[in-house]
């Protein structure tokens, strides 16, 4: 953009007759001129662009954003946000002024920035709850079923989602029964699921009865917390 | 259900007021008493360096063998005439049938080394018939090894146990299958069924379960990870391999063999609900026994005649032993109270060995215990009573004993005792050993 404003320069003139001659004088010192150019007009923040002026007939030349310059140049700028220069020339003639606009635009969205796209694996563990058992049952707490229902809302949401539902048991009591235990554990969240709509082809289930605790103690908290239905991501 | 008012008659152990029919005291005419046995080390026989070892291994396995058995009162050693016992002319009867040592039987004879070979005669004497005492004149030839004094002991052992415990064949060279975690990984191992060579068969690296062995010791069946599964898995003792068996789907558990090897009984979670099954040894001709909802586990063939099979149910809530028609009908419960899992049917069909939390439930925190019941009159006994947790049991091929695992020396370890809960005897030590599975021969 380049803006140049010319002074006008009014010229006198009188159309009466009778004019006692003026002594002739010296003429009147000649306007200022000025040029203020930006190039390129446009950057994305953080880049940098040419400023140039040039003016004439100026002892006094001005850019408001920078200061005093020479009477002609060029320097780089880089402002952060868009800005309209300003550049005034003044001589013994007037002054001539100059304006050059530099709009400078939101860079785009950084690239990835890790806003992490969620792996199917992260999301699974951060919306899938477990589900726990009361001592030597299989059948789901009531008080679970708000857990059952949100999975199963998830898994209908993800249907790309196969998962294995593994049922485990605690320490007390045999292994081979801990074992069929744990099968009838798992099916039972598995058949809550497919009740609810879940396809079938979506979950696997494993019984580990009391062969993989996640909790060693033997207290009636660990306890607890091995008499579950622990979902995985996958199915192996 | 009533608790056993009479004792059982094939434990002999309890004799005096045993009552009922008598399977083992049969021909040994010495009534339900165990018999006395002397057992003088055996004697040198050779110069060579290597038969002081050897004859020491022998007469250890030799007097264990025979103090095990469940049917002698072996005599201290210290009651002993002094002397050299190495052949039929060292022996005077009356020395042996004396007090102190009171012997109605006394096993002597000789180890010799020569030239890499050891050789071992063994007799036994009945010191009350002078005019013909010998009862057994055995001999041995085997590579002059450790292992092999340890198998002609064993040898020497079944043949006197067989000839006085009413021609039932001695266990002393049986073994015992077992799931071991030592390297790390629940593997099946093998044992003698007094300990001694202790061995992995399996090296699977997953989670390997219930081992049982095949009637004629050529594969153990289990249930294992290694695939997936758990799957039915069978490893060929004789290939050392594992075999083709399918997969089943769902869980599969706890198999067990048929006396006559023909067929596995299981449990299979492959409809989405644990229930027993059978199929043939190679897994064919696969057969649903059970319907009813809840977790049904561990079977077990009545091994006299393969019509019945007992089994864990959870149907009802807490596992209870049940027993049905090897065709899934005429289901009866034997144990309808606690928390009864494990049953493991004696050799003669005649008991049911079972772990059992009698008082079970809040505030009655019972013990496992090993039980036996008679499945005919449904009477019981309660064989274990030191603490931890018994489970497990399986029977020795005479009957006369049962293996299981406790956890009352600390860890789950692997224990024998005879029959009637006496000789309480621990294989096992280190990491965790559980699951024993006692060979059929």
Not at chain 1, 165 to 176: A, K, L, N, P, V
Not at chain 2, 242 to 264: E, V
Not at chain 2, 271 to 294: F, M
Not at chain 2, 412 to 427: V, Y
């Amino acid at each position: 953009m380049v803006l140049t404003l010319a002074a006008v320069a009014v010229v006198g003139g009188c159309k009466k007759k009778v004019a006692p001659p003026v002594p002739p004088t010296a003429p009147p010192p000649p306007q200022p001129k000025a040029t203020l150019t930006v190039s390129p007009s446009s950057l994305t923040r953080g880049g940098s662009a040419s400023l140039a002026w040039t003016t004439s007939d100026a002892t006094s030349v001005k850019i408001d954003e920078i200061g005093t310059v020479s009477a002609s140049g060029s320097q780089s700028v880089s402002p952060a946000d868009s800005t309209t220069y300003h550049l005034t020339a003044t001589g013994p003639g007037g002054s001539a002024e100059a304006t050059a606009r530099l709009t400078v635009v939101e860079p785009p969205p950084p690239p990835a920035p890790p806003v992490a796209t969620e792996s199917d694996a992260e999301l699974f563990a951060r919306s899938v709850k477990d589900i726990y058992f009361d001592y030597d049952r299989y059948d789901l707490r009531t008080g679970d079923a708000t857990a059952v229902n949100e999975n199963a809302a998830f898994f209908k949401e993800h249907p790309s989602i196969k998962f294995t539902i593994e049922g485990h048991c605690d320490e007390r009591g045999s292994t081979e029964y801990n074992l069929a235990l744990g099968d009838n554990r798992a099916n039972a969240a598995r058949t809550a699921l497919i009740n609810a709509g879940v396809p079938a082809s979506q979950v696997k289930v494993v019984s580990f009865g009391k062969e993989k605790p996640f909790c060693t103690e033997s207290n009636e908290d660990c306890w607890q917390q091995n008499r579950r239905d622990h979902f995985v991501y996958g199915q192996q | 259900m009533k608790r056993l008012a009479v004792l059982l008659p094939v434990l002999l152990l309890l004799a005096a007021s045993m009552v009922g029919q008598d399977q083992i005291r049969t021909g040994i005419g010495v009534g339900g008493e165990r018999i006395r046995i002397a057992v003088p080390d055996f004697a040198t026989a050779t110069q060579d360096a290597s038969v002081a070892p050897l004859n020491k291994t022998f007469n250890e396995v030799l007097f264990n063998d025979l103090s095990a058995a469940g049917i002698f009162d072996v005599a201290s050693r210290s009651f002993y005439p002094m002397g050299n016992f190495a052949a039929p002319q060292d022996i005077k009867l009356d020395a042996w049938s004396a007090t102190p040592v009171k012997a109605s039987m006394v096993a002597f004879g000789n180890l010799g080394v020569s030239n890499g070979t050891m050789q071992v005669q063994g007799w036994l004497f009945d010191t009350k018939s002078p005019q013909n005492p010998q009862v057994l004149a055995k001999q041995y030839r085997e590579q002059a090894i450790d292992g092999n004094a340890r198998l002609i002991a064993h040898k020497f052992a079944d043949e006197i146990i067989f000839r006085l415990g009413g021609g039932i064949n001695g266990i002393a060279e049986s073994k015992i299958f077992f799931i071991s975690t030592r390297s790390g990984h629940k593997e099946v191992w093998a044992m003698d069924y007094d300990g001694a060579a202790q061995h992995p068969i399996t090296h699977l690296g997953s989670i390997s379960l219930s081992p049982r062995v095949s009637p004629d010791n050529s594969r153990v069946a289990f249930s294992s990870f290694y695939k997936g599964g758990p799957n039915i898995s069978v490893y060929s003792l004789e290939l050392g391999r594992m075999l083709n068996f399918p997969a089943f789907g769902g869980t599969n558990l706890s198999p067990a063999w048929s006396s006559d090897g023909a067929h596995l009984a299981f449990s299979s979670s492959r409809s989405g609900d644990p229930e027993i099954y059978v199929c043939d040894a190679n897994g064919g001709n696969l057969k649903r026994l059970t319907q009813v909802h809840g977790p049904d586990v561990s079977p077990v063939w009545n091994p006299r005649t393969n019509s019945q099979i007992a089994w864990v149910s959870g149907r009802s809530g807490l596992p209870r032993i049940y027993m049905m028609d090897s065709d899934g009908g005429n289901v009866q419960k034997l144990v309808d109270n606690g928390y009864a899992v494990s049953p493991a049917w004696s050799p003669n069909g005649q008991y049911l060995a079972f772990a059992w939390i009698r008082h079970y439930g809040p505030g009655a925190p019972g013990n496992s215990d090993i039980y036996i019941m008679d499945v005919v009159s449904k009477h019981w006994i309660q064989l274990t009573h030191d603490g931890g947790h018994n489970d497990s049991p399986s029977w020795s091929p005479d009957g006369r004993h049962i293996v299981y695992q406790s956890t009352r020396g600390g860890g789950e370890q692997i224990w024998t005792m005879l029959a009637d809960g006496s000789q309480q005897t621990q294989l096992t030590f280190g990491s965790s050993n559980t699951q024993p599975n006692w060979s059929w021969k």
